[in-house]
Protein backbone atom coordinates (compact mmCIF):
# COMPACT_ATOMS: atom_id res chain seq x y z
CA UNK A 1 0.00 0.00 0.00
CA UNK A 2 1.07 3.70 -0.71
CA UNK A 3 1.60 4.58 2.75
CA UNK A 4 3.83 1.85 3.63
CA UNK A 5 6.13 3.59 1.02
CA UNK A 6 6.08 6.96 3.35
CA UNK A 7 6.91 4.77 6.08
CA UNK A 8 10.03 2.87 4.17
CA UNK A 9 11.08 6.58 3.06
CA UNK A 10 11.41 6.79 7.33
CA UNK A 11 13.36 3.63 7.40
CA UNK A 12 15.25 4.35 4.50
CA UNK A 13 16.61 7.59 6.08
CA UNK A 14 16.18 6.64 10.01
CA UNK A 15 20.37 6.98 9.87
CA UNK A 16 20.52 10.61 8.97
CA UNK A 17 17.61 10.86 11.32
CA UNK A 18 19.25 9.40 14.09
CA UNK A 19 22.34 11.60 13.08
CA UNK A 20 20.39 14.71 13.75
CA UNK A 21 18.78 13.79 17.09
CA UNK A 22 21.92 12.35 19.00
CA UNK A 23 23.68 15.45 17.23
CA UNK A 24 20.94 17.87 18.86
CA UNK A 25 21.51 15.82 22.03
CA UNK A 26 25.23 16.32 21.86
CA UNK A 27 24.72 19.91 21.63
CA UNK A 28 21.88 20.60 24.28
CA UNK A 29 20.24 24.57 23.53
CA UNK A 30 18.16 26.04 26.29
CA UNK A 31 14.93 27.61 25.17
CA UNK A 32 15.12 30.57 22.79
CA UNK A 33 18.69 29.39 22.49
CA UNK A 34 18.49 26.66 19.78
CA UNK A 35 20.63 27.61 17.19
CA UNK A 36 22.52 24.98 16.46
CA UNK A 37 19.16 22.53 16.34
CA UNK A 38 17.04 25.16 14.28
CA UNK A 39 19.86 25.51 11.98
CA UNK A 40 20.67 21.89 11.31
CA UNK A 41 16.69 21.21 10.66
CA UNK A 42 16.30 23.75 8.44
CA UNK A 43 19.22 22.64 6.35
CA UNK A 44 17.87 19.06 6.53
CA UNK A 45 14.71 19.87 5.74
CA UNK A 46 15.93 22.33 2.78
CA UNK A 47 18.16 20.18 1.05
CA UNK A 48 15.33 17.39 1.01
CA UNK A 49 13.14 19.73 -0.83
CA UNK A 50 10.89 21.67 1.00
CA UNK A 51 10.58 25.42 1.62
CA UNK A 52 12.23 26.75 4.50
CA UNK A 53 11.97 30.16 6.83
CA UNK A 54 14.63 30.01 9.30
CA UNK A 55 13.72 32.44 11.92
CA UNK A 56 10.15 33.95 12.55
CA UNK A 57 8.55 37.12 14.31
CA UNK A 58 10.71 38.02 17.34
CA UNK A 59 12.07 33.90 17.41
CA UNK A 60 15.14 33.68 15.19
CA UNK A 61 15.16 29.71 16.17
CA UNK A 62 12.19 29.35 14.91
CA UNK A 63 11.26 27.78 11.48
CA UNK A 64 8.78 26.61 9.21
CA UNK A 65 9.25 24.05 6.25
CA UNK A 66 6.33 23.64 3.68
CA UNK A 67 5.80 21.54 1.17
CA UNK A 68 3.13 20.74 -2.05
CA UNK A 69 0.14 23.48 -2.41
CA UNK A 70 -3.74 23.61 -1.75
CA UNK A 71 -5.68 22.00 1.42
CA UNK A 72 -5.58 20.01 3.83
CA UNK A 73 -3.01 21.94 4.89
CA UNK A 74 -1.47 19.55 7.63
CA UNK A 75 1.03 20.89 10.69
CA UNK A 76 3.25 18.59 12.06
CA UNK A 77 4.98 20.48 15.12
CA UNK A 78 8.75 20.01 16.49
CA UNK A 79 10.59 21.30 19.55
CA UNK A 80 14.11 21.25 19.96
CA UNK A 81 15.02 23.00 23.18
CA UNK A 82 17.12 21.25 26.39
CA UNK A 83 16.79 21.71 30.03
CA UNK A 84 19.40 23.37 32.27
CA UNK A 85 21.40 20.97 34.52
CA UNK A 86 20.38 18.18 33.60
CA UNK A 87 23.51 16.90 31.21
CA UNK A 88 23.96 13.36 31.34
CA UNK A 89 26.27 10.81 29.16
CA UNK A 90 24.23 7.61 27.25
CA UNK A 91 24.94 5.94 30.22
CA UNK A 92 22.39 3.78 31.92
CA UNK A 93 24.57 5.15 35.13
CA UNK A 94 24.37 8.61 36.88
CA UNK A 95 28.07 9.82 34.75
CA UNK A 96 27.79 13.43 33.94
CA UNK A 97 28.88 14.87 30.33
CA UNK A 98 29.48 18.24 30.81
CA UNK A 99 29.60 19.59 34.09
CA UNK A 100 27.24 22.06 34.73
CA UNK A 101 25.74 21.37 31.03
CA UNK A 102 22.21 21.06 29.43
CA UNK A 103 20.54 18.08 28.72
CA UNK A 104 17.64 16.91 26.64
CA UNK A 105 15.91 15.29 29.42
CA UNK A 106 12.65 15.86 28.20
CA UNK A 107 13.42 14.36 24.67
CA UNK A 108 12.72 17.74 22.44
CA UNK A 109 16.08 16.37 20.36
CA UNK A 110 13.51 13.80 19.27
CA UNK A 111 10.50 15.14 19.31
CA UNK A 112 11.37 17.61 16.18
CA UNK A 113 13.65 15.23 13.86
CA UNK A 114 10.64 13.02 14.09
CA UNK A 115 8.38 15.79 12.70
CA UNK A 116 11.20 16.41 9.99
CA UNK A 117 11.12 12.72 9.27
CA UNK A 118 7.63 12.46 8.53
CA UNK A 119 7.52 16.01 6.80
CA UNK A 120 10.35 14.62 4.86
CA UNK A 121 8.55 11.25 3.57
CA UNK A 122 4.99 13.60 3.04
CA UNK A 123 7.25 15.62 1.02
CA UNK A 124 8.36 12.42 -1.07
CA UNK A 125 5.07 11.05 -1.52
CA UNK A 126 3.28 14.53 -2.66
CA UNK A 127 5.87 14.81 -5.02
CA UNK A 128 5.11 11.43 -6.46
CA UNK A 129 1.59 12.16 -7.08
CA UNK A 130 0.51 10.45 -4.22
CA UNK A 131 -1.41 12.98 -1.80
CA UNK A 132 -2.22 15.98 -2.51
CA UNK A 133 -2.54 18.73 0.11
CA UNK A 134 0.48 21.05 2.41
CA UNK A 135 2.48 19.31 4.54
CA UNK A 136 3.94 22.14 6.91
CA UNK A 137 6.73 21.29 10.02
CA UNK A 138 6.75 23.72 12.42
CA UNK A 139 10.16 24.11 14.49
CA UNK A 140 8.95 26.18 17.87
CA UNK A 141 11.02 27.32 19.98
CA UNK A 142 11.25 27.55 23.81
CA UNK A 143 8.52 24.81 24.84
CA UNK A 144 9.59 24.78 28.18
CA UNK A 145 9.27 28.00 29.09
CA UNK A 146 5.51 28.38 27.46
CA UNK A 147 6.84 30.72 24.65
CA UNK A 148 7.27 29.48 21.46
CA UNK A 149 3.75 27.94 20.00
CA UNK A 150 1.88 30.83 22.03
CA UNK A 151 3.81 33.45 20.00
CA UNK A 152 3.49 31.65 16.89
CA UNK A 153 -0.08 31.52 16.83
CA UNK A 154 -0.22 35.22 18.36
CA UNK A 155 1.77 36.37 14.45
CA UNK A 156 -0.92 34.05 12.79
CA UNK A 157 1.62 31.45 11.64
CA UNK A 158 -0.81 28.73 11.70
CA UNK A 159 -3.77 30.14 9.79
CA UNK A 160 -5.09 28.25 7.26
CA UNK A 161 -4.14 24.71 9.06
CA UNK A 162 -6.66 21.94 8.63
CA UNK A 163 -4.78 20.46 11.72
CA UNK A 164 -2.23 20.01 13.85
CA UNK A 165 -0.08 16.55 14.70
CA UNK A 166 1.95 16.70 18.08
CA UNK A 167 3.76 14.06 19.77
CA UNK A 168 6.09 13.80 22.91
CA UNK A 169 8.58 11.27 24.11
CA UNK A 170 7.02 9.25 27.08
CA UNK A 171 7.09 5.90 28.59
CA UNK A 172 3.94 5.04 27.09
CA UNK A 173 2.42 4.61 23.53
CA UNK A 174 -0.76 6.34 24.46
CA UNK A 175 -3.09 9.37 22.95
CA UNK A 176 -3.63 12.53 24.96
CA UNK A 177 -7.42 12.09 25.23
CA UNK A 178 -7.19 14.10 27.96
CA UNK A 179 -6.07 17.55 28.50
CA UNK A 180 -2.96 18.71 30.40
CA UNK A 181 -2.58 21.55 33.16
CA UNK A 182 -2.55 25.19 31.99
CA UNK A 183 0.15 27.39 32.82
CA UNK A 184 1.78 30.85 33.11
CA UNK A 185 4.94 31.50 33.11
CA UNK A 186 5.76 35.32 35.13
CA UNK A 187 8.64 37.03 36.34
CA UNK A 188 7.92 39.62 39.80
CA UNK A 189 10.59 41.91 39.60
CA UNK A 190 11.51 44.11 42.78
CA UNK A 191 13.91 47.62 42.81
CA UNK A 192 14.86 48.68 46.22
CA UNK A 193 17.47 51.24 47.00
CA UNK A 194 21.41 49.74 48.08
CA UNK A 195 23.76 50.28 50.59
CA UNK A 196 26.80 49.30 52.51
CA UNK A 197 25.74 46.23 54.40
CA UNK A 198 26.65 47.85 57.61
CA UNK A 199 24.67 50.95 57.20
CA UNK A 200 21.36 48.77 55.74
CA UNK A 201 19.24 51.05 57.68
CA UNK A 202 20.04 53.63 54.35
CA UNK A 203 19.16 50.49 51.97
CA UNK A 204 16.18 48.98 51.11
CA UNK A 205 16.31 45.30 50.24
CA UNK A 206 14.77 43.70 46.76
CA UNK A 207 15.93 40.51 48.03
CA UNK A 208 13.86 40.59 51.47
CA UNK A 209 11.02 41.22 48.72
CA UNK A 210 11.41 38.37 47.20
CA UNK A 211 11.98 36.38 50.05
CA UNK A 212 9.14 37.64 51.56
CA UNK A 213 7.01 37.06 48.67
CA UNK A 214 7.67 33.71 48.43
CA UNK A 215 6.88 32.96 52.29
CA UNK A 216 3.43 34.42 51.20
CA UNK A 217 2.87 32.07 48.47
CA UNK A 218 3.41 29.02 49.86
CA UNK A 219 0.37 30.46 52.51
CA UNK A 220 -1.57 31.05 49.73
CA UNK A 221 -1.01 27.78 48.51
CA UNK A 222 -3.71 25.99 51.53
CA UNK A 223 -5.96 28.76 50.23
CA UNK A 224 -6.56 28.19 46.58
CA UNK A 225 -8.04 25.12 44.82
CA UNK A 226 -5.84 22.05 45.59
CA UNK A 227 -5.05 21.48 41.62
CA UNK A 228 -3.30 25.21 41.59
CA UNK A 229 0.33 24.79 41.97
CA UNK A 230 3.33 26.60 41.69
CA UNK A 231 7.09 26.47 41.84
CA UNK A 232 9.44 29.87 41.64
CA UNK A 233 13.21 30.43 41.19
CA UNK A 234 15.04 33.35 42.48
CA UNK A 235 17.09 35.02 40.06
CA UNK A 236 20.60 36.00 41.10
CA UNK A 237 20.94 39.70 41.09
CA UNK A 238 24.72 39.54 41.05
CA UNK A 239 25.29 41.74 44.24
CA UNK A 240 27.56 39.80 47.14
CA UNK A 241 25.99 40.27 50.50
CA UNK A 242 28.06 43.84 51.89
CA UNK A 243 25.82 45.29 49.54
CA UNK A 244 22.12 45.46 50.23
CA UNK A 245 20.59 44.25 47.04
CA UNK A 246 18.53 47.10 45.20
CA UNK A 247 17.05 44.41 42.51
CA UNK A 248 16.03 40.62 42.73
CA UNK A 249 13.53 39.01 41.09
CA UNK A 250 11.06 35.98 41.30
CA UNK A 251 10.35 34.03 38.42
CA UNK A 252 7.19 31.89 39.06
CA UNK A 253 5.78 28.96 36.47
CA UNK A 254 2.21 28.31 38.06
CA UNK A 255 -0.38 25.10 36.78
CA UNK A 256 -3.86 23.84 37.31
CA UNK A 257 -5.95 22.23 35.22
CA UNK A 258 -8.09 25.39 33.68
CA UNK A 259 -7.23 28.63 33.21
CA UNK A 260 -9.85 30.46 34.69
CA UNK A 261 -8.35 28.73 38.22
CA UNK A 262 -5.20 29.95 37.14
CA UNK A 263 -6.42 33.47 36.53
CA UNK A 264 -7.86 33.53 39.84
CA UNK A 265 -4.15 32.20 41.42
CA UNK A 266 -2.48 34.47 39.66
CA UNK A 267 -4.54 37.98 40.58
CA UNK A 268 -3.71 36.96 43.93
CA UNK A 269 -0.32 35.85 43.78
CA UNK A 270 0.29 39.57 42.73
CA UNK A 271 -1.62 41.20 45.80
CA UNK A 272 0.97 38.97 47.99
CA UNK A 273 4.23 40.17 45.48
CA UNK A 274 2.53 44.29 46.37
CA UNK A 275 2.30 43.05 50.04
CA UNK A 276 6.07 42.09 50.11
CA UNK A 277 6.82 45.47 48.37
CA UNK A 278 5.23 46.94 50.92
CA UNK A 279 6.67 45.37 53.99
CA UNK A 280 10.03 46.04 52.31
CA UNK A 281 9.41 49.36 51.31
CA UNK A 282 10.62 48.16 48.06
CA UNK A 283 9.13 48.96 44.65
CA UNK A 284 7.04 46.21 42.12
CA UNK A 285 8.88 47.58 39.28
CA UNK A 286 7.43 44.83 36.89
CA UNK A 287 4.86 42.25 36.81
CA UNK A 288 5.72 40.13 32.89
CA UNK A 289 3.69 37.36 31.61
CA UNK A 290 6.87 35.31 29.75
CA UNK A 291 4.20 32.88 28.33
CA UNK A 292 2.28 30.01 29.47
CA UNK A 293 -0.40 27.82 27.64
CA UNK A 294 -4.04 27.30 28.24
CA UNK A 295 -5.21 23.21 28.74
CA UNK A 296 -4.71 21.67 25.59
CA UNK A 297 -7.99 20.46 23.63
CA UNK A 298 -7.18 17.75 22.13
CA UNK A 299 -9.28 15.69 18.84
CA UNK A 300 -10.46 12.52 19.63
CA UNK A 301 -10.78 11.91 16.05
CA UNK A 302 -6.69 11.93 15.36
CA UNK A 303 -6.32 10.22 18.67
CA UNK A 304 -8.02 7.74 16.83
CA UNK A 305 -5.96 7.71 14.15
CA UNK A 306 -2.99 7.74 15.91
CA UNK A 307 -4.08 4.48 17.43
CA UNK A 308 -4.70 3.04 14.56
CA UNK A 309 -1.22 3.72 13.12
CA UNK A 310 0.54 2.86 15.69
CA UNK A 311 -1.39 -0.43 15.93
CA UNK A 312 -0.41 -0.91 12.02
CA UNK A 313 3.21 -0.34 13.38
CA UNK A 314 3.33 -3.38 15.29
CA UNK A 315 1.86 -0.99 18.65
CA UNK A 316 5.47 0.33 20.37
CA UNK A 317 8.93 0.87 18.72
CA UNK A 318 11.01 -1.70 17.45
CA UNK A 319 13.05 -2.23 20.71
CA UNK A 320 16.60 -4.56 20.64
CA UNK A 321 17.94 -6.67 23.15
CA UNK A 322 20.42 -3.78 23.52
CA UNK A 323 17.62 -1.64 24.82
CA UNK A 324 16.06 -3.76 27.11
CA UNK A 325 19.28 -4.22 28.78
CA UNK A 326 20.42 -0.46 28.89
CA UNK A 327 16.63 -0.40 30.37
CA UNK A 328 17.06 -3.02 33.29
CA UNK A 329 19.90 -1.67 34.27
CA UNK A 330 18.88 2.09 34.32
CA UNK A 331 15.25 0.86 36.12
CA UNK A 332 16.88 -1.87 38.31
CA UNK A 333 18.13 1.75 40.25
CA UNK A 334 14.70 2.56 40.99
CA UNK A 335 13.36 1.22 44.37
CA UNK A 336 9.84 -0.54 43.38
CA UNK A 337 7.94 2.54 44.70
CA UNK A 338 10.13 4.71 42.16
CA UNK A 339 9.32 2.70 39.40
CA UNK A 340 5.55 2.83 40.37
CA UNK A 341 5.25 6.48 40.80
CA UNK A 342 7.22 6.92 37.11
CA UNK A 343 4.70 4.13 35.48
CA UNK A 344 1.79 6.20 36.77
CA UNK A 345 2.89 9.18 35.50
CA UNK A 346 2.80 8.65 32.18
CA UNK A 347 -0.62 6.18 32.67
CA UNK A 348 0.98 3.03 32.69
CA UNK A 349 -1.50 0.33 32.93
CA UNK A 350 -0.94 -1.54 36.27
CA UNK A 351 -1.02 -4.80 33.73
CA UNK A 352 2.19 -3.82 32.59
CA UNK A 353 3.95 -2.53 34.86
CA UNK A 354 5.97 -5.46 35.12
CA UNK A 355 7.52 -4.90 31.61
CA UNK A 356 10.60 -2.51 31.70
CA UNK A 357 9.97 -0.84 27.56
CA UNK A 358 6.21 -0.56 26.98
CA UNK A 359 5.53 -2.23 22.53
CA UNK A 360 2.18 -1.90 23.31
CA UNK A 361 -0.44 0.81 22.15
CA UNK A 362 -2.65 1.95 25.23
CA UNK A 363 -5.75 3.38 23.28
CA UNK A 364 -7.41 5.04 26.62
CA UNK A 365 -5.74 6.19 29.95
CA UNK A 366 -7.89 6.27 32.98
CA UNK A 367 -7.59 9.89 33.81
CA UNK A 368 -8.77 12.94 33.56
CA UNK A 369 -5.71 15.39 33.33
CA UNK A 370 -1.78 14.80 31.85
CA UNK A 371 -0.07 16.39 34.85
CA UNK A 372 2.52 17.95 32.11
CA UNK A 373 2.02 21.92 30.28
CA UNK A 374 2.96 22.81 27.51
CA UNK A 375 2.58 26.17 24.89
CA UNK A 376 -0.59 24.57 23.66
CA UNK A 377 -3.06 27.04 23.19
CA UNK A 378 -2.69 26.55 19.14
CA UNK A 379 -5.35 23.96 20.40
CA UNK A 380 -8.10 26.34 20.79
CA UNK A 381 -7.84 27.76 17.30
CA UNK A 382 -7.31 24.55 15.40
CA UNK A 383 -7.84 21.26 15.88
CA UNK A 384 -4.94 19.28 17.21
CA UNK A 385 -4.05 15.37 17.98
CA UNK A 386 -1.06 14.69 20.31
CA UNK A 387 0.09 11.04 21.32
CA UNK A 388 3.27 9.63 23.44
CA UNK A 389 5.35 7.56 22.18
CA UNK A 390 8.21 5.50 24.14
CA UNK A 391 10.99 7.00 24.41
CA UNK A 392 12.68 5.32 27.79
CA UNK A 393 11.44 2.30 29.80
CA UNK A 394 8.31 2.56 32.02
CA UNK A 395 9.33 4.27 35.46
CA UNK A 396 11.41 7.13 34.17
CA UNK A 397 10.58 10.73 34.87
CA UNK A 398 11.30 13.23 32.42
CA UNK A 399 12.91 16.33 33.54
CA UNK A 400 15.62 13.98 35.07
CA UNK A 401 19.34 12.54 34.42
CA UNK A 402 17.56 9.13 33.32
CA UNK A 403 15.55 10.46 30.45
CA UNK A 404 18.52 12.61 29.22
CA UNK A 405 20.70 9.28 28.73
CA UNK A 406 17.91 7.79 27.30
CA UNK A 407 16.91 10.43 24.67
CA UNK A 408 20.52 10.11 23.51
CA UNK A 409 20.47 6.39 23.34
CA UNK A 410 19.06 3.73 20.92
CA UNK A 411 16.13 3.31 23.21
CA UNK A 412 15.15 7.13 22.49
CA UNK A 413 16.01 6.89 18.55
CA UNK A 414 13.94 3.70 18.40
CA UNK A 415 10.71 5.27 20.15
CA UNK A 416 11.36 8.21 17.44
CA UNK A 417 11.12 6.64 14.36
CA UNK A 418 7.86 5.26 15.51
CA UNK A 419 6.62 8.66 16.51
CA UNK A 420 7.44 10.01 12.95
CA UNK A 421 5.74 6.85 11.51
CA UNK A 422 2.76 7.61 13.45
CA UNK A 423 2.61 11.19 12.60
CA UNK A 424 3.53 10.54 8.51
CA UNK A 425 0.51 7.86 9.16
CA UNK A 426 -1.89 10.03 10.52
CA UNK A 427 -0.66 13.12 7.96
CA UNK A 428 -0.82 10.28 4.97
CA UNK A 429 -4.50 9.60 5.90
CA UNK A 430 -5.99 12.97 6.23
CA UNK A 431 -4.68 13.58 2.91
CA UNK A 432 -6.28 10.86 1.53
CA UNK A 433 -9.48 11.23 3.28
CA UNK A 434 -11.45 14.17 2.50
CA UNK A 435 -14.20 12.76 4.88
CA UNK A 436 -11.48 12.28 7.83
CA UNK A 437 -10.53 15.92 8.35
CA UNK A 438 -14.01 16.89 7.86
CA UNK A 439 -14.98 14.67 11.13
CA UNK A 440 -11.70 16.41 12.72
CA UNK A 441 -12.90 19.85 11.98
CA UNK A 442 -16.28 19.27 12.94
CA UNK A 443 -15.39 17.92 15.90
CA UNK A 444 -13.45 20.65 16.85
CA UNK A 445 -16.15 23.05 16.30
CA UNK A 446 -18.45 21.07 18.31
CA UNK A 447 -15.70 21.15 21.63
CA UNK A 448 -14.99 24.80 21.24
CA UNK A 449 -18.27 26.22 20.38
CA UNK A 450 -18.92 27.36 24.08
CA UNK A 451 -15.47 28.35 24.85
CA UNK A 452 -13.53 31.55 24.48
CA UNK A 453 -10.67 32.54 23.90
CA UNK A 454 -8.09 34.35 25.56
CA UNK A 455 -4.43 34.66 25.02
CA UNK A 456 -2.59 35.34 28.45
CA UNK A 457 -0.25 37.55 26.37
CA UNK A 458 -0.63 40.73 24.90
CA UNK A 459 0.09 42.47 21.63
CA UNK A 460 3.52 43.99 21.61
CA UNK A 461 4.90 41.42 24.22
CA UNK A 462 8.18 39.58 23.04
CA UNK A 463 9.46 36.69 23.81
CA UNK A 464 12.12 37.25 26.53
CA UNK A 465 14.85 35.12 27.37
CA UNK A 466 14.90 34.95 31.48
CA UNK A 467 18.92 35.10 32.95
CA UNK A 468 19.29 32.84 35.54
ZN1 LIG B 1 8.79 18.25 26.81
Not at 58 to 85: C, R
Request: charged share 20%.
Amino acid sequence: MLKQKVWSNIDENSQMLKKMARDIWENPEVSLEEVFASKLQAKVLEEAGLKVSLGLKGMPTALIAEYGEGKPVIGILGEYDALESLSQDSAPDRKVRVEGGHGHGCGHNLLGVAGVGAAIAIKEAIERGELKGTVRYYGCPAEEELIGKLFMLRDGYFDNCDALLYWHPSSNNTPWRVPCLAATSVLFSFRGLTAHAPQAHMGRSALDAVELMNVGANYLREHLPREVMFHYSILGNGIAPNTVPDRCQSWYMMRAPKRTQLDEAFQRLVEVAKGAAMMTGTMLENVEVLGGGNEVIVNQTIADLFVKNMNELGGGPAFTEEDYAFAEKLTDQFTPEQKLRGAQAFQIPPEYYDKVLMDKVVSKTNCDVFPVSGDADPSWLFPLGAVYCATWPIGVFTHTWQATACTGSNIGFNGMLFASKTLAGACYELMTDSGLVEKVKDEFRETTKNLNYKMNIGADAVPKKVKL
